[in-house]
C-alpha cells in the first residue's frame, strides 16, 4: 500500500512511525512533514490545507491511501478532494469536520443525539453572552465557535473576563462547567463500525499543578488505570453510536477518527468536545502502545471494512510523553532556537525545522513530543524525563509532573 500523510506536527510523526513500521506499507511520502517525518516519510512541500493541491500529489504518488492528520485540512475539505480523484483517505470530509469546527454545530448534532454534555448556549452578542453568563453561573466556560488550535476556550471565575472573551470571539458557545478528570478516547470508525483506542489523558494547562493558560497540549499518558472499567462500552452506547447514527440521518456520514473528549463528572461521562481527528500529544502515548499494523487500521476505516478487521492488539505496560515547547507559548512562541539532543529514538518531533546549515531548530510552539513507554506508568515516567534531560533548547518549557497524579494515586472519580 502506497500512503500519503498530511500534516507537519508530533502527531504526523507518531503516525509516520506507526505507518513505517505496518509492513503491508510498502511507501510513505507526508507533506509537508517535519524533519522527523523525513526519517521515515518522503517529504513533498505543499500547502496542506489546499484540497486541489492535496489530491493532486496523492494522484501523482500513486497513493491508495491518504491520511489526513490536522483539523484545517479536513474542515477546508481535502478529504472531499481526495476522494473524488477515487483514493481512499483517513478523515471525514468537510461537512463531517463540522463536529470540530464549529463548537455549536457539535453542540447542535449532541443534542439530536441525545449525547450526555455540558448544557449551552450558542451565543452571538454581548446581550445573549450576559444571559448565557447569568443563568449558567461561575465558573464560567466560553468557547470560540471557530477552530482555535486548542487555544479558544476561557475557564475562569472571572466575570469580567467571560464577558472579554465573548467580545472578543463575536459567536461563542458558553457552557455549564464539567467537574472531575478528563480523558480522551478516540474512535476509529469508517461511518458505521467503531472501534476504540486505549483511553489517554491530556494535560491542557502550560504549568505544572494545572496552572497557567491552556494549550495544545503539554503531556500525556496511558493506560488510566484509575479509569471504570465500564468507561469505554459506556461512552460507545451513549456518544459515539448515537453521534454516529445522527451524522448518517443527516447524510453527512462521519468517518476517520473521532475523539471524544470526556469530564468524568459525578453523573457519568460527559461530552466537553468532539474533535474530527487524532489528538496531539495523546496519539504519541496511544500508537506507542498500539500492536496492531496501523496502516491497516486507517486503511479499513478509509475503506468501509473496519467491520473485518481483527480485534486489535495493545502492548503491556505504559507510555508517556512529555512535550518541550518554545519560550513565550502559547503566547508568542519564539521560533528559530537551535535544538541539541532531539535526533534520538522517543524524541518525537512536533514544531522543528533544519536550517540551511543542517542544524535542527525550534519551529513552531510545541516543538518535541518526548516520548517513552515503561513496564508500568512510573516506569514510563521515569524514562521520558531521563530523555527530555537530554534535549538542549534555550528558553524550553516543559511540564514536570506530567502522570504524577496517576503514578501516586492521586486521582479520584
Ligand atoms: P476544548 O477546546 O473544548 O477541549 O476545551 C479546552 C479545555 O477547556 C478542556 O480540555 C477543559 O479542560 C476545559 N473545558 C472545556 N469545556 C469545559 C467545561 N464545560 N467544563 C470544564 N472545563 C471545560
Ligand atoms: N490534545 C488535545 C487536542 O489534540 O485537541
Not at 183 to 189: G, I
Amino acid at each position: 500500500m502506497r500512503v500519503l500523510l498530511i500534516g507537519s506536527g508530533g502527531r504526523e510523526h507518531a503516525l509516520a512511525l506507526g505507518l513505517a513500521a505496518d509492513p503491508s506499507v510498502e511507501f510513505l511520502a507526508a507533506a509537508p512533514g517535519n524533519p522527523g517525518v523525513a526519517q521515515v516519510a518522503e517529504l513533498h512541500e505543499i500547502t496542506a490545507t489546499d484540497p486541489a493541491a492535496v489530491a493532486a500529489l496523492a494522484v501523482e504518488l500513486a497513493a491508495d491511501l491518504v491520511v489526513v492528520g490536522p483539523e484545517a485540512p479536513l474542515v477546508a475539505g481535502v478529504a472531499d478532494a481526495v476522494r473524488a480523484k477515487g483514493i481512499a483517505c483517513f478523515g471525514p470530509s468537510a461537512a463531517a469536520a463540522q463536529l470540530e469546527g464549529s463548537k455549536a454545530f457539535a453542540k447542535d448534532v449532541m443534542a439530536a443525539a441525545g449525547v450526555p454534555t455540558a448544557r449551552s448556549y450558542a451565543c452571538t452578542s454581548p446581550d445573549e453572552a450576559g444571559r448565557a453568563l447569568d443563568e449558567l453561573g461561575a465558573p464560567y466556560v466560553v468557547k470560540n465557535d471557530g477552530l482555535a488550535a486548542g487555544k479558544g476556550v476561557v475557564v475562569t471565575d472571572d466575570r469580567a473576563a467571560a464577558e472579554q472573551h465573548a467580545a472578543d470571539c463575536g459567536t461563542v458557545v458558553i457552557e455549564e462547567y464539567l467537574s472531575g478528570p478528563e480523558v480522551s478516547l478516540f474512535v476509529v470508525t469508517d461511518g458505521t463500525a467503531a472501534v476504540p483506542l486505549m483511553p489517554a489523558q491530556d494535560f491542557k494547562r502550560l504549568a505544572d499543578g494545572d496552572a497557567g493558560p491552556n494549550t495544545g497540549g503539554m503531556g500525556a499518558y496511558a493506560p488510566l488505570d484509575w479509569a471504570p472499567d465500564d468507561l469505554v462500552d459506556r461512552v460507545l452506547t451513549e456518544t459515539v453510536e448515537p453521534t454516529l447514527a445522527e451524522m448518517r440521518r443527516r447524510g453527512t456520514p462521519f468517518s476517520g477518527l473521532l475523539y471524544v473528549g470526556l469530564a468524568l463528572t459525578p453523573d457519568g461521562p460527559k461530552v466537553i468536545e468532539f474533535n474530527a481527528r487524532f489528538g496531539d500529544p495523546e496519539t504519541q502515548v496511544v500508537l506507542a502502545l498500539l500492536e496492531s499494523p496501523l496502516g491497516s487500521l486507517l486503511n479499513a476505516a478509509a475503506t468501509g471494512t473496519l467491520a473485518q478487521l481483527p480485534p486489535l492488539r495493545w502492548r503491556e505496560g505504559a507510555a508517556i510523553t512529555v512535550v518541550v515547547a518554545s519560550q513565550n507559548y502559547p503566547a508568542t512562541p519564539r521560533t528559530g532556537d537551535v535544538i541539541d539532543g532531539a535526533e534520538v529514538p522517543g524524541v518525537i518531533h512536533a514544531g522543528t525545522a533544519r536550517r540551511a546549515d543542517g542544524a535542527l531548530v525550534s519551529a513552531g510552539g510545541r516543538v518535541l513530543s518526548v516520548t517513552a513507554t515503561g513496564s508500568d506508568l512510573a516506569a514510563a515516567r521515569a524514562a521520558a524525563y531521563a530523555l527530555v534531560d537530554g534535549v538542549r533548547l534555550d528558553g524550553a518549557q516543559f511540564r514536570t509532573d506530567i502522570a504524577l497524579g496517576a503514578v501516586e494515586g492521586r486521582i479520584k472519580l
